[in-house]
T-cell receptor, first 115, second 115 residues
Framework: DTEVTQTPKHLVMGMTNKKSLKCEQH?????MYWYKQKAKKPPELMFV???????INESVPSRFSPECPNSSLLNLHLHALQPEDSALYLC??????????????FGDGTRLSIL | DQQVKQNSPSLSVQEGRISILNCDYT??????FLWYKKYPAEGPTFLIS?????DKNEDGRFTVFLNKSAKHLSLHIVPSQPGDSAVYFC??????????????FGIGTKLQVIP
């Protein structure tokens, strides 16, 4: 069982739709991440939140809009996506952004398909 | 530019034998290395890590070896079990100027343990 929960597990949407991906953790972690993973590729970092503030945006297009409403929740709002945005979207969390070396803990991901 | 390389896309091993997964890196600033295991339809699960000040870390059947001069690390699984069949990601992190540890993942090696 993963301690980082992502919903939905699968999402199919059209290019004009607006949808959101949700991520939740109750480990008291203060750093939360969004990654995108295409088939046979490593996860690619998109955004990092630290203490509910956006710390890193890896030049992600504005059709992806992250939100961290509280220390346990991380959302990724999607609008006007392109077919090439179809991928597995992974959420991860870690105790803190910097400081001591610690692993990130991943959710099971949302498989997103854009029609 | 792939800074973390896993040159073997797949590996087959008999149950009970040793599995050795290899990883090479190019960035000498990496100071923390991790292995993640990923089953289909699940997110990556943290397995074991090693700091650059060590050359070996052991956790049960899993041992990670680090050779800094060769910029090489390996994961040994002894004895291998069918449940170990998964994709294994090597990852490395370095602290950037903002105090943030950015993690770079390899492309993964698919391990199949044959009963």
């Amino acid at each position: 069982d993963t301690e980082v929960t992502q919903t939905p597990k699968h999402l199919v949407m059209g290019m004009t739709n607006k949808k959101s991906l949700k991520c939740e953790q109750h480990m008291g972690h203060r750093a939360m991440y969004w990654y995108k993973q295409k088939a046979k590729k490593p996860p690619e970092l998109m955004f990092v939140y630290s203490y509910e503030k956006l710390s890193i945006n890896e030049s992600v297009p504005s059709r992806f809009s992250p939100e961290c409403p509280n220390s346990s929740l991380l959302n990724l709002h999607l609008h006007a996506l392109q077919p090439e945005d179809s991928a597995l979207y992974l959420c991860a969390s870690k105790k803190q952004l910097g400081g001591e070396r610690q692993p990130q803990h991943f959710g099971d991901g949302t498989r997103l398909s854009i029609l | 530019d792939q800074q973390v390389k896993q040159n073997s896309p797949s590996l087959s091993v008999q149950e009970g034998r040793i599995s050795i997964l290899n990883c090479d890196y190019t960035n000498s600033m990496f100071d923390y290395f991790l292995w993640y295991k990923k089953y289909p339809a699940e997110g990556p699960t943290f397995l074991i890590s090693i700091s650059s000040i060590k050359d070996k870390n052991e956790d049960g059947r899993f041992t990670v070896f680090l050779n800094k001069s060769a910029k090489h690390l390996s994961l040994h699984i002894v004895p291998s079990q069918p449940g170990d069949s998964a994709v294994y990601f090597c990852a490395a992190s370095a602290q950037n100027s903002g105090g943030y540890q950015k993690v770079t993942f390899g492309i993964g090696t698919k391990l199949q343990v044959i009963p």
